[in-house]
Structures are given as structure tokens and as C-alpha cells.
């Protein structure tokens, strides 16, 4: 077998080709990172819209459960599309009646049809004692409250805070058609991070 030796003058050229593939190798990888944070942007926009929500508490009406500053993510799928049943205990965030540019965030107490009272800070449901341990002793007044019957479609909402909570014993209660979240989890202040109750 002969091997070609090259003649004197003649000058011989190796191409590599190494560079020319670890350049396309670099886009390509690129371009699968734009497109997958791309698809995450997405996903998280779809998120955000649909189903869960960030949302600041500003106020105590709802310590000790929630704080003044709190971060937390509401569940506005289940509610938004009338999927999901609201249930006495739940907190929920809704258009304030009274203005409802406005948000809110309470305690549901009082579900459509119920009869609802308080008697010296005592919450009083279908005439039956309502157990409220997320209500520590501190926080209760004693302001008391007629028996209201809960309208169709309405509910009756107390803050945790009793003692300072503008809520329905003030202004009264909340169409269906304003709740739009439930509170779920508190992500900030990482020290209080956790399911809200």
C-alpha cells in the first residue's frame, strides 16, 4: 500500500472540523434553554391566572392564623368556576361589599340558610355553640350579634382577631359572586411558611 508523502513545495492542510460542531452544539443547547424557560414562563403565567394567586394579608384581623405582611397563594380555580363548594372554616378572600375595589380576607362562618348569632363573643350557628379554636381566648370580645338567617347564595364571614375585625357583624354578608380564593399556603415569611388553616 502506497502512502501518499507529499512532494517538496507541496504543502498539506488537516481541517478540523471540532470547532464548527462545538459552536452548532452551543446554539442548539441555547435554543433548549430559551424554550424551556419559555414553556416554565408559560406554565407559571397559567398558573398564576387559573389557579393559585399571590396575595399580601395587610391587617391583624386574622392573627393568630395570618399576620400583617404575610404572603400567601390562593386557590382561585375551585371558586372562580363554581367547582369547588365553599365550607364553613374555610378562608377566603373576596370583593368587599362595600367597596369592592377592595379585598378581603376572613373566615367563613355562616354558610346560605344557616342562622347565625354571637352572644357576648360566643358564635352561635343553627342554635348550636360553635367551636372556634383558631380563636385564642385574647382575641375575643364581647360584642354580640342578633340571629340573622344567612340569605341564598350569601355567607356570613368573622376575622380570627375579633376584637379588631370589620366583618359581617359590621356590614353584613358576602354575595357567592365576590369570593374568588381560598387561602392555602403561606410561602412569606419563610419562618411561618406552611398550609393556612
Known amino acids: 500500500m502506497e502512502e501518499s508523502v507529499p512532494e517538496q513545495g507541496e504543502v498539506s492542510i488537516l481541517v478540523d472540523r471540532r470547532p464548527r460542531e462545538n459552536s452548532r452544539s452551543a446554539i442548539l443547547t441555547t435554543l433548549a ?3 424551556d424557560l419559555m414553556l416554565s414562563v408559560l406554565i ?8 393559585y394567586r399571590p396575595v399580601k394579608v395587610e391587617g391583624t384581623s386574622m392573627m393568630p392564623s395570618l399576620y400583617d405582611q404575610e404572603r400567601l397563594f390562593i386557590n382561585q380555580f375551585s371558586y372562580k368556576f363554581g367547582l369547588g363548594s365553599i365550607h364553613r372554616g374555610d378562608t377566603v378572600v373576596f370583593w368587599f361589599p362595600e367597596d369592592t375595589t377592595k379585598s378581603y380576607i376572613k373566615r367563613v362562618i355562616g354558610l346560605p340558610g344557616d342562622s347565625v348569632a354571637v352572644d357576648d363573643g360566643w358564635v352561635w350557628v343553627n342554635g348550636r355553640k360553635l367551636q372556634e379554636n383558631y380563636v385564642p381566648a385574647e382575641y375575643r370580645d364581647s360584642r354580640s350579634y342578633p340571629v340573622h338567617l344567612v340569605p341564598p347564595n350569601e355567607y356570613f364571614v368573622l376575622g ?6 370589620n366583618d359581617s357583624r359590621a356590614w353584613g354578608f358576602v354575595p357567592r359572586s365576590y369570593i374568588y380564593g381560598k387561602a392555602v399556603f403561606v410561602f412569606w415569611p419563610l419562618d411561618r411558611a406552611g398550609t393556612v388553616h
Not at 44 to 51: S, Y
Not at 160 to 165: A, G, L, Q, T
Open 44 to 51: 407559571a403565567v397559567l398558573v398564576i391566572l387559573f389557579l
Open 160 to 165: 380570627d382577631h375579633r376584637s379588631s375585625s
Open 33 to 35: 434553554w430559551l424554550r
